[in-house]
């Protein structure tokens, strides 16, 4: 066989049989950019399709309300405009349709089912949901839930949070995150910070006996026992 002839036939088995491609690398880059989908926070992706689905909204609005007030037509002109106007409702519809179902969608909640959402927190008030718990366990439910008794940081977030208790048939007594078990009478928060750190407060009623705070109406702190039994606050990073 000559030269030529070998040289021919070496590239038409190329052609035929190419070498095979591993491949395992083009899964792990579809892994890799699937992962890199999924570090998209729920409040991005939220924020991102509620903008573009309420943009579309009022652009849609605007377009009605144009061709609504639109000045008298000729008859072709005035048929046109209805068609437009027509398919200008059903695009604003369905925008409507799709904005509800996002707002209503669980994966997109900034917080668990049964939370209030308020300044990038979450907060959960026991009242009417779990049974009264002792201080301790109380804050044993809001550490399985990846929070801690609420440690109240300005005269805003305590307005809440006392707006939310009187929204109760029986206005309530929480735990809040507040004890001086380690050294009586220095009254700390959980992060362990003193108790005016944050705002003036001060704990009323404190005894030897009693190390754990109740928050009251008013905004009032309450030394208590610790065994005793009463709802609750946890709060947590949205």
Partial sequence: MSQDT????????????????????GGKGGTAAHAGCCHLTARGVVAVTTVTLVTGLLSSLLLCVMWTAAPDMDRTSRDSGKEQLQMCQK?????TL???SVTKDPRC???PGGWLWWMGHCYFFSVGLQENRQWNESSEFCQEHNSSLAI????AEMDFIQGVMKNFSQFPFLWVGLTDSKQEGQWRWLDGTD???YMPL???WD???RDCADLRGGGSLLAADCEEYTSWVCKKES
């Fill in 98 to 100: 799709m904005l509800h």
């Fill in 152 to 155: 109240i940081k300005d005269s």
């Fill in 91 to 95: 695009e604003l519809q369905d925008l």
């Fill in 202 to 204: 001060a704990v009323d």
């Fill in 6 to 25: 070998a040289e021919v036939k070496g590239r038409e088995a190329a052609a035929v049989d190419p070498p095979t491609r591993h491949r395992e690398g």
């Fill in 207 to 209: 005894a030897d006996h």
């Fill in 109 to 111: 909640s900034l917080c």
């Fill in 195 to 197: 108790i005016q750190h």
